[in-house]
């Protein structure tokens, strides 16, 4: 039975929970397992240095601090914007999510976490930024 290597393809069940046992994102509600190529990007090198020696059927779990998972919290990714710079179909109130073009065209998600007058406050930080995270895997095959 193969073990998990730097370029081992890899189909697996995830889940990520936070510490209060609240769980962020699941293959398991889906039903549809993930699947990568170790060192494609699709995990970070800590998520996959957990992945490596595993094998199939194998589980496992692992509790990531901040540095080892989504990063602290960067205050210099929280931006102050004028309301104006907002299209009308958006609705400013906390929590709701919104989405800017990066420098490149890419995507860049944003959570709205103050409005106040014309002002609106957007946390460009990861979500699970600053989070201690459980990750639990189960391989469900390795190629």
């Known amino acids: 039975m193969a073990n998990i290597s730097a370029k081992s393809e890899v189909v697996m069940h995830f889940t990520i929970k936070l510490e209060d046992g609240s769980v962020a994102d699941s293959t398991q509600t889906s039903g549809k397992p993930a699947k990568l190529v170790m060192g494609d990007g699709s995990l970070t090198d800590n998520f996959e240095k957990c992945l490596l020696g595993l094998s199939e059927g194998e589980k496992a779990s692992f509790t990531l601090g901040p540095d080892d998972a989504f ?3 960067n205050p210099d990714n929280i931006q102050h914007m004028d309301r104006s710079q907002f ?3 958006i609705p400013l109130e906390e929590g709701t999510i919104v989405a800017f073009a990066g420098p490149s065209g890419q995507e860049i998600p944003g959570v709205i976490t103050e409005v ?5 406050t957007v946390d460009f930080n990861h979500p699970l930024a600053g989070q201690n995270v459980i990750f639990d895997v189960e391989i469900v095959s390795v190629g």
């Open 87 to 89: 299209s009308g179909d």
């Open 71 to 73: 990063g602290q919290s």
């Open 116 to 120: 106040s007058g014309e002002s609106v």
